[in-house]
């Protein structure tokens, strides 16, 4: 269980956290979601005691991360693959890692075999894949066997298969009733992933709630049609209290109605439709609206709603 | 699936039962100590810093050995004979600082020394290994004692074997003109310790320094200032206003000079301090410069 309560971070004019407060149950996968920027990474350093907070407290297990007995047997974390000593062999890493907390050494041939690094367990860290780093830095995280599981951003520039394992691990690390903390900037991510989510922007909490609830809030009904006459049903949709989200040529995205409703709108004033189809605004736009006031850098580029879309559904 | 293998290991896994007390400063020890000897960067910077003390030395021992066979062969000097007075002079100055002469090489093996220092805490910093580090052992003040204490002992070693090695090398040296010394004679085996104590404490420096700065290269340029610049400069200062107070009380606390006071000659009277006072304030620079640098690692932000 980790608590904040008013965490607040100041970097010089930088508000980077905000008077945070939320709580990581235990058992369940607790995404961490808000745009680059938000403050997602200063509040994991804040809570593994990295930064001091401005204002506020943030506790592990009730207690302040540098009380732990045993920190490993408790918190275990992923901040960035970059944090190893490149010239040191992954085994040498896990093992300077593991001797702070007394862990036995067969410890290290577990992790490395269950993230797949055993046959380079040897060689130098330089030369790993960003994949392989991450993998590194996971087999670190869950050396002293620990409850709680604070993931940063860990999917960031993997391939689809590097994904899939990590999301299935947390699916199993969750699975066994440990709590599970993962940051992303991707909504799309989270969806599969996360059981809970905690949404910030800017340094402050958007949102708490379950991903259920969070979906049920924030996705919208949305209809595609394709007419001959788009003008004019855009004209009617809009009277009957429908947003033209999107026009392009003979196409149509409203929101507000639903598609029974859309279709009786065209016959009854006698409009041809070639297509109509329902269809569930993505949660990653719901994420941008929810955030958009929040993000630090805005692009000059004409649409970011449609570029986050496309990248998000690659990653997905 | 590795979803699945995760799982078993996971429950199964051998980390055993969750001892009483708390991570000890041990532990935080061993990890250090691995640290330091799993980069090959710890072993080729103490490579240099043995061949470098014994090289120069030996070098600058043969140097004397050459000075002096010229001055018994009796050559020329501004067209006057030199008398065998004089080359006996000279071979009785080199046999008492024989020592002091075969270590010579110190002069570069600090500046050595002062990198492997630096590099012991800012190679944390520089990797982004110190994340980590602080995220296994958040207790700071145990991690910096750790660190420091295997620095501390893998330089006083490394030291004090080098310190010797370039003795003897030197002595070798220095007696195919029968002026070397041994370890029996006075002051001799507190000139050759002394060396080693002086490398070790010039690492150490370096070490708070780093703590300090976080930033290799800033921490190489400040210790070479500190101790080579320094030293330099004060050979060229001009002296102050007779009646003030001697050049010699100034130059005794340039941190070379008074840290080198315990592994060069007495005889010359160069040196003020006598060896341990010397060497006694060098240390509480070093001190000076470790406690500064466990403040800023206790608060600033890692």
């Known amino acids: 269980m980790i608590e904040a309560q008013g965490l607040t971070k100041r970097y010089g004019d930088t508000l980077a956290v905000d ?22 990474t200063t509040t994991m350093r804040l809570i593994l005691g990295l930064d001091r907070p401005t204002s506020g407290t943030v506790t592990v297990n009730g207690k302040h991360f540098s009380q732990l007995a045993w920190p490993m047997r408790e918190v275990g974390a992923l901040l960035d693959a970059k944090a190893v000593h490149g010239g040191r062999s992954a085994y040498n890493h896990l093992l300077c890692v593991a001797q702070t907390n007394s862990l036995p050494k067969r410890r290290i041939g577990e992790v490395l075999e269950l993230v797949g690094l ?120 809009s009277a009957a209290g429908a947003t033209v989200r999107d026009e392009a040529g003979d196409r149509l995205v409203l929101l507000g109605l639903t598609a029974a409703q859309v279709g009786d709108l065209a016959f009854e004033n006698r409009i041809r439709l070639h297509e109509l189809a329902p269809a569930h605004a993505s949660l990653e736009q719901a994420f941008m609206e929810l955030t958009a006031p929040s993000v630090e850098f805005h692009s000059g580029l004409p649409d970011p709603v449609e570029r986050e879309s496309a990248h998000a559904g690659e990653v997905a | 699936m590795a979803a699945a293998t995760a799982h078993e290991a996971l429950v199964g896994g051998t980390v055993g039962r969750r001892p009483a007390g708390r991570a000890s400063f041990l532990g935080t020890v061993r990890s250090e100590f691995t640290k330091i000897r799993s980069v090959r960067s710890t072993y080729w910077t103490l490579l240099a810093l043995v061949v470098a003390c014994i090289g120069i030395g030996a ?71 110190i994340r980590t580090s602080l995220s296994v052992m958040p207790r700071r003040g145990t991690l910096f004692a750790a660190k420091g204490l295997v620095f501390g002992l893998v330089a006083l070693v490394t030291g004090i074997v080098t310190s010797f090695l370039a003795f003897f090398a030197g002595q070798a040296i220095l ?59 004060s050979q060229f200062l001009p002296s102050p206003p007779s009646g003030w107070f001697g050049q010699a009380d100034i130059d005794k606390w ?49």
């Open chain 1, 19 to 40: 008077h945070l407060s939320f709580a990581v149950e235990p058992g369940r996968i607790t995404g961490f979601l808000g745009p680059n920027g938000a403050g997602k």
């Open chain 1, 118 to 237: 055993t046959e380079v367990a040897k060689k130098r860290s330089k030369g790993f894949s960003l994949g392989m780093g991450q993998r590194l830095g996971i087999a670190a995280a869950l050396l002293g066997d620990p409850q709680i599981l604070m993931f940063d951003e860990p999917v960031n520039g993997l391939d689809p298969e590097g994904i899939l394992w990590i999301r299935n691990l947390m699916k199993a690390l969750a699975a066994e009733g440990r709590t599970v903390f993962v940051s992303s900037h991707l909504m799309s991510e989270m969806e599969n992933t996360a059981d809970h989510l905690i949404v910030i922007g800017r340094g402050r909490l958007i949102s708490n709630c379950t991903t259920a609830e969070f979906i049920a809030a924030n996705s919208q009904q949305e209809v595609q049609v394709r007419t001959p006459q788009p003008e004019e049903l855009a004209r009617l949709a």
């Open chain 2, 59 to 129: 070098l600058f021992s043969w140097g004397q050995t050459q000075r002096l066979q010229s001055f018994r062969s009796g050559a020329r000097l501004d067209g006057q004979k030199i008398g065998p007075g004089a080359a006996a002079h000279i071979a009785a100055q080199i046999h008492s600082s024989a020592a002091s002469i075969s270590l010579f090489g110190l002069l570069i093996g600090q500046l050595i020394i002062i990198v492997l220092g630096a590099l012991a805490i800012t190679s944390e910093y520089s990797t982004g290994m």
């Open chain 2, 175 to 233: 007696s195919s003109q029968h002026v070397s010394t041994t370890l029996g004679n006075p002051g001799v085996l507190r000139t050759v310790i002394g060396g080693g104590l002086f490398l070790a404490v010039c690492g150490l420096l370096s070490f708070g320094i780093g703590a300090m700065l976080r930033h290799t290269a800033g921490v190489i340029a400040a210790g070479i200032g500190l101790m080579f610049v320094l030293w330099i400069l």
């Open chain 2, 254 to 302: 340039i941190p070379f000079n008074a840290g080198s006071s315990i592994w060069e000659n007495q005889a010359n009277g160069l040196h003020p301090f006598s060896p341990w006072i010397g060497f006694a304030v060098f240390c509480a620079y070093a001190v000076a410069a470790i406690v500064g640098g466990l403040v800023i690692f206790l608060r600033r932000d890692a």
